[in-house]
């Protein structure tokens, strides 16, 4: 079945310590996103890619990094993260940008020590 | 600001007893309406993409329906299985931002 796969689903890092999420997809869509998502809360977005082209958004902290090395994965880098940062991260992906159902993975539970 | 709001926060019904989700909007301009449904520790599973003002979408127990300022998740008969936290998302007109905008979701407990 197409889908949307992330790895890992449960990441422990340290404090500081830089970390990095995966992200596959088998729809071949062109619209890769990554959402925060805290307890209780909305999914917050915090990028997307149309292809090749990166779209931040304002509030997202220097802090998250992202990657897309072709059309299929995309990879989420934190690289000092802190306490706050501890989240489940979550991969979606869609068509296009307009009108366009996002389909998300499974999520990635992030904890920080 | 677009504004997407979901009521009740958490609702608790007995198996079979049929209830409705809400989720207002205030967007400007409205290019698409989701429902989806979350399971803890997963990510949202999509259920319904809605387009237009009088559109419903149904799928098993659940019907979606959408008015100009709202739409409603209905629940008819609801299982246990059913349980899960629903969420909302609105796709409004936005020049230059493609961001859909969240409600915090309904949590939903149906029991046996």
């Known amino acids: 079945d197409a889908m949307v796969i992330q790895n890992p689903r449960y990441q422990v890092t340290q404090f500081g310590k830089p970390v990095t999420l995966s992200c596959s997809q088998t729809l071949n869509h062109n619209v890769m996103y990554w959402y925060q998502q805290k307890s209780s809360q909305a999914p917050k977005l915090l990028f997307h890619y149309y292809d090749k082209d990166f779209n931040n958004e304002a509030d997202t902290p220097d802090n998250f990094q992202s990657r897309r090395p072709n059309t299929s994965f995309c990879f989420l880098d934190i690289r000092s993260p802190g306490l706050g940062d501890a989240a489940m991260y979550l991969c979606a992906t869609s068509r296009g940008l307009s009108q366009e159902t996002q389909y998300f993975g499974p999520g990635t539970r992030l904890l920080v020590l | 600001e677009d504004q997407v709001t979901q009521s009740p926060e958490a609702l608790r019904l007995q198996e079979g007893e049929s209830s409705s989700l809400n989720c207002s909007y205030t967007v400007s301009g409205l290019r698409g309406l989701f429902w989806y449904r979350q399971d803890p520790g997963k990510g949202p599973e999509f259920l319904f993409t809605l387009y237009s003002a009088g559109e419903e979408k149904e799928k098993e127990r659940l019907k979606a329906t959408l008015t100009k300022k709202e739409s409603f998740l209905h629940i008819t008969a609801p299982k246990p299985e059913d349980s899960a936290t629903y969420l909302c998302?609105?796709?409004?007109?936005?020049?230059?931002?493609?961001?859909?905008?969240f409600g915090k979701g309904t949590k939903l407990t149906v029991n046996p």
């Open positions: 998302a609105a796709d409004p007109y936005q020049g230059g931002s493609e961001k859909l905008v």
